[in-house]
C-alpha cells in the first residue's frame, strides 16, 4: 500500500477538525438567509420525489432498482408507448419513436423473459410490484386515443393505419367482471379495472393502485403516433373521452385518483395545440382551464369528483442548445436556470417557451410562467380542490454534475410550491439519483428533509435554498445548492429561536450524497457556512439550549 496510512489520515482529519473552521476565501460571493420558522410553513407532499418507471430504456440499471436507492415515494407508468399499450398481449405501437412498430417494447424494458411477457397486464404487474417493495404509490396511464397494437409483428405501414388489421379499438364502456374471457378484438378497459381490482384491491387497500392517468400528450397524438391519430383532436372531443373515462374509473374503483390531461407542454397547455376548434373555447383563456371547467361542470353533474390532478409535464428549453437528457457540459449554465422557470416571478427564460406564456401575468385563465404560481391560480378559478401533477419532467442527463444540481433545485421548487405528484423521466443514476438522497437520505440527526416547506427571506448569486421542518419542535433542515463556480458564504439566521448546526450531508462534482467534513460555524444565533463551487448541502439545525 503507497500513501498515508489510515492511522495517520485519521490523524490529519482530527487535527483539521481541532483547528476550526478555514478562513474563509477571499473570493467568494456571499448571501444572507432569514429562516421563518416562526410560522407553520405549507406541506411538502412525500409524492413529489417521484418517478416514471422506464426499465432499462436508457441502458445500465433497471430504473426501479435506482427509483429504490433514491428514495422515490411515486412511480408512473407513461409515456407514448402507454397510448397503445394493450393489456391482453403487453403489446405496443412505438410511433415515430421507432419506426411505427408494434413490438413488445414494455416488456424488453423491463427485461422480463418467457411466458411472462405476454401475460395479461403484466407489464403493469412487473410496474406495480415493485412500487409495492419500496413503499411507492403507482399511477397507471390508460389509452384514450382510440386504438392500440394488435400484435407485435414490427413495422406499420402507412396503409395499415387504424382501423385495420394492425390496431385494436379501444372499449371504455360496459362492466365486464375480472373473471370473463378477454375478448381479442378490443382492447376493454373496464375488464383491465376490474382484473387489478381482484388481484390488487382498490385504491383505499395496502396493495391498491393509487392512479389512473388519462392518457399522455394528446396534443402531440398525430406526431406522435400518426397510425392511430390521423388528424388534430379537437378540444371537445379530448374533453367527452376524459370525462367518460372518468366516469368509468370512478365507478369501478370509488378511491382511484384521476390524473388528466398529461399535457406535453407550453402549446398544449394554452390551445391544444392551435385545435381545430379552439376558438369556441378561446374565452376561457386556456386550454387548461376549458378542461377543468369541463371536469367541474360533470363532476357536479355525477356528484363525485371526476378529476384529483391537473396534470402537466415540464421540459426545460433554451436557445443554448438541447436540455433533454443533457450531457454537455456547456449546457450547464442554462441548466441551472432552467428551474427558476418553475417559481421565480420575474424570471424570462431565454427560449420560446417565453414567447408562448408570458411571465408575471396574474390572470386566473391564462398559463404563464413562473408556471406554478400560475397552475395554481386555474386550479383556483376553475375546480377548487384539485391538486397540481407534474409527471414528467427532466433536467440533463445523470453525468452532468449541473444537472443534479438543477434536479435538486427543481426538486425544491416542486415542493415548496404545493405540488401534490411528480414523476422525473428518464434513469436516477449518477448525479441525478444524488438530487433525489439529498432531501430523502437520513442524516446524523435522524431525519429527512422534512415534510412542511418554510418561507426564507434572503438571497444571494447563484444560490438556491430550501427549508422545511417535520413536526413542532423538530430540527428545522436547509438545503442551500451553490450553481456559482466560485464559493458562496452563507450565513443563515432564524425568526423565532436560535438553532445550532446538528448534522449535514451533501454531494458535489467529486462526492455523492453523504456527511459533510465541517457543519455550518454558530454565529449570532444561527450558523455560517462556506459552500464550495457548484454544490448541494443539507444542514440540520436544533434549538439551542
Known sequence: MTGPTRRAALAGGLAAA??????????????????????????????VY?????????????SADLDRAAGVAFRRLGGNLM????????????????????????????RMEGERRSEPFSVIDVMHRA???????????????GYVAADADGDVAPADAAPSRRFKPVRWDGRTPAGAPIDPAVC??????????????????????????????????????????????????????????????????PKAQVFGPASWGATEFATFQDAPDWSAFRRYGSFL???????????????????????????????????????????GPALLDAPRSLSESGFRERSWVTDVLGVDDAADAAVTLPLLPSLERIVARWFPGVRVAVTEFNYGAGVLPAAGLALAD????????????????GALSGALGEAYRLYRATDGAGG??????????????????????????????????????????????????????????????????????????????????????????????????
Open 18 to 47: 481541532l483547528a476550526g473552521p478555514p478562513a474563509l476565501a477571499r473570493s467568494a460571493s456571499r448571501a444572507t438567509l432569514r429562516v421563518r420558522d416562526d410560522l407553520p410553513g405549507r406541506a411538502i407532499s412525500p409524492l
Open 50 to 62: 417521484g418517478s416514471n418507471e422506464i426499465g432499462a430504456m436508457e441502458g445500465g440499471a433497471l
Open 83 to 110: 397510448t397503445t399499450y394493450d393489456w391482453a398481449s403487453n403489446a405496443s405501437n412505438a410511433g415515430k419513436d421507432w419506426r411505427h412498430a408494434n413490438l413488445l417494447f414494455l416488456p424488453d424494458a423491463l
Open 131 to 145: 412500487s409495492l417493495a419500496m413503499g411507492a404509490k403507482s399511477l397507471v396511464t390508460l389509452p384514450l386515443a
Open 188 to 253: 376493454d378497459v373496464p375488464h383491465l379495472l376490474a382484473k387489478l381490482l381482484e388481484r390488487y384491491g382498490d385504491a383505499g387497500s395496502a396493495d391498491g393502485i393509487f392512479g389512473y392517468s388519462l392518457d399522455n400528450e394528446p396534443g402531440l397524438w398525430p406526431e406522435t403516433h400518426p397510425r392511430v391519430v390521423r388528424a388534430n383532436p379537437t378540444v371537445a372531443a379530448l374533453i367527452e373521452r376524459s370525462i367518460a373515462a372518468a366516469r368509468a374509473v370512478k365507478a369501478l374503483d
Open 289 to 331: 382551464a376549458a378542461y377543468l371547467d369541463a371536469f367541474r361542470r360533470a363532476s357536479e353533474e355525477a356528484g363525485v369528483r371526476l378529476i384529483d390532478a391537473l396534470d402537466v409535464h415540464w421540459y426545460p428549453y433554451s436557445r443554448a442548445g438541447d436540455l433533454l437528457h443533457a450531457k454537455d457540459p456547456a449546457l
Open 410 to 425: 427543481a426538486l425544491g421548487r416542486l415542493g415548496a410550491g404545493g405540488v401534490w405528484c411528480a414523476s422525473h423521466w
Open 448 to 545: 429527512a428533509f422534512g415534510d412542511a416547506a418554510l418561507g426564507l427571506e434572503g438571497a444571494g448569486p447563484g444560490l438556491a435554498a430550501y427549508a422545511a421542518r417535520s413536526g413542532e419542535g423538530g430540527p428545522v433542515r436547509i438545503v442551500l445548492i451553490n450553481k456559482a463556480e466560485t464559493p458562496t458564504v452563507v450565513d443563515i439566521a432564524f425568526a423565532r429561536a436560535e438553532r445550532t448546526a446538528l448534522a449535514g450531508l451533501g454531494f458535489d462534482a467529486g462526492r455523492a450524497v453523504g456527511p459533510v467534513e465541517r457543519l455550518p460555524e454558530r454565529i449570532d444565533g444561527g450558523g455560517r457556512i462556506e459552500l464550495p463551487p457548484r454544490s448541494a448541502r443539507r444542514f440540520a439545525f436544533g434549538e439551542s439550549r
